[in-house]
């Protein structure tokens, strides 16, 4: 089925540690992004690509970096620099370009916690 | 800078009952896009509906309907005979139809609450 799927589902991280979350999608999308979601709030932007070996950041970036080395993975590092990095993150992708704001789709989702 | 206001954080509802989830926009773009997503318990966000400014036509899915307004700024969603599978957050949103920019910008939902 084609798809977007994340992984792990649940992870933690250690104080002082980098963790990767994977993204990977099949969907041949051009366009992939990062969206942290808090308890009670909407989802907001860390970082986008829209091709290959670009991307952008978005409204929340610090503390985290992105690759985007092949059209279907986007993996997301939160780094140690991110204080707070408790939250549901939800990679998403979509076709891009046409002029008409495609809809993106969602991957499940996965949930970080500070041990 | 654009903006998506939904006011209502909780709704709560017993089944069959009609509710209507409000949705205002910011934008100072003649071109955008708005859209509906919604968000079970398992946490995937699953689309809805997208709208472009230039149609302010209402739409009718099955139980779902939505009615755009551009001179108040609204995008609102009605649910008619609402079910325990309704259960969900909900969330509007917005982005920009120029530029190359597909950004959403999301309001923070309203997570609404279906009874039996």
């Known amino acids: 089925d084609g798809g977007i799927t994340q992984s792990p589902k649940y992870l933690f991280r250690k104080e002082g540690q980098n963790v990767t979350l994977s993204c990977e999608q099949n969907?041949?999308?051009?366009?992939m992004y990062w969206y942290r979601q808090d308890p009670g709030q909407g989802l907001r932007l860390i970082y986008y690509s829209q091709i290959v070996n670009d991307f952008q950041k978005g409204d929340i970036a610090e503390g985290y970096s992105v690759s985007r080395e092949k059209k279907e993975s986007f993996p997301l590092t939160v780094t140690s620099a991110q204080k707070n990095p408790t939250a549901f993150y939800l990679c998403a992708s979509s076709i891009f370009g046409t002029g008409y704001n495609q809809p993106q789709h969602f991957g499940d989702g996965t949930r970080l916690s500070i041990l | 800078a654009q903006k998506v206001t939904q006011a209502q954080t909780e709704i709560s509802v017993v089944e069959k009952e009609d509710v209507t989830l409000d949705c205002v926009y910011e934008?100072?773009?003649?071109?955008?896009?708005l859209f509906w997503y919604k968000q079970p318990p398992s946490g995937e966000l699953v689309f809805l509906i997208r709208r472009n400014s230039f149609d302010e036509q209402n739409e009718i899915s099955g139980r779902y309907s939505w009615n755009f307004q551009k001179s108040t700024s609204s995008f609102n969603f009605t649910i008619t005979a609402s079910q325990v599978v309704d259960s969900a957050v909900y969330f509007c949103?917005?982005?920009?139809?120029?530029?190359?920019?597909?950004?959403?910008?999301f309001g923070k939902g309203t997570k609404l609450t279906v009874n039996p």
């Open positions: 949103a917005l982005s920009r139809g120029q530029g190359g920019s597909e950004k959403l910008v």
């Open positions: 969907l041949n999308h051009d366009a």
């Open positions: 934008t100072r773009d003649t071109t955008y896009y």
